[in-house]
T-cell receptor, first 113, second 114 residues
């Protein structure tokens, strides 16, 4: 049973436009959510996170929105740049001892010129 | 350089071989993890060590054997693997409980079993 789902395996966006990556989760106990970015031949790197007590967190061009009632979060990248082309993973966790992250399958973003 | 170093970066091994993956973290974290990434699948958590104690083992076959001698080092011992075990194996570390930036990953070991 996949508790974190990214239903779009790929997304293509023109440079300068907005990229919206979506993520759904099923476990209502999750209270912390993160986005990771992965380039080929590298490990995933942390991008942005949000706690369940918030519904929005912004960091430069990246904004994450959380809709707890819908168990849905999204990552907005504005404006998109060619260097943003990568695979983006959504992850969720429950805080507590030996807490762990549950990842989605990833969405490959391609930003075109 | 993320502060989590994995060696080797690439490994090709036969099904009868024994090999080990090594991970070292320089971040002062107290938890370390092994993840497996296969094509078109989520990152799968294999093992979690918190304060050098194994606290999670997600039904991983016994042909994968982790070892955590101290809070900075983590090994994954491999023996009699199958071709379907070919994947990217990622080590990660974090503070436990996870806060802020979650886990920090190494660059991974690309394993091919022939």
């Amino acid at each position: 049973d996949q508790q974190v789902k990214q239903n779009s395996p790929s997304l293509s966006v023109q440079e300068g436009r907005i990229s919206i990556l979506n993520c759904d989760y099923t476990n209502s106990m999750f209270d912390y959510f993160l986005w990771y970015k992965k380039y080929p031949a590298e490990g995933p790197t942390f991008l942005i996170s949000i706690s369940s007590i918030k519904d929005k967190n912004e960091d430069g061009r990246f904004t994450v929105f959380l809709n707890k009632s819908a168990k849905h979060l999204s990552l907005h990248i504005v404006p998109s740049q060619p260097g943003d082309s990568a695979v983006y993973f959504c992850a969720a966790s429950r805080t507590g001892t030996a807490s762990k992250l549950t990842f989605g399958t990833g969405t490959r973003l391609q930003v075109t010129l | 350089e993320t502060g989590v170093t994995q060696t080797p970066r690439h490994l090709v091994m036969g099904m009868t071989n024994k090999k080990s993956l090594k991970c070292e973290q320089h971040l002062g974290h107290n938890a370390m993890y092994w993840y497996k990434q296969s094509a078109k699948k989520p990152l799968e958590l294999m093992f979690v060590y918190s304060l050098e104690e194994r606290v999670e083992n997600n039904s991983v076959p016994s042909r994968f054997s982790p070892e955590c001698p101290n809070s900075s080092h983590l090994f994954l011992h491999l023996h009699t693997l199958q071709p379907e075990d070919s994947a990217l194996y990622l080590c990660a570390s974090s503070q436990d409980p996870i806060v802020n930036q979650g886990v920090t990953f190494g660059s991974g070991t690309r394993l091919t079993v022939v």
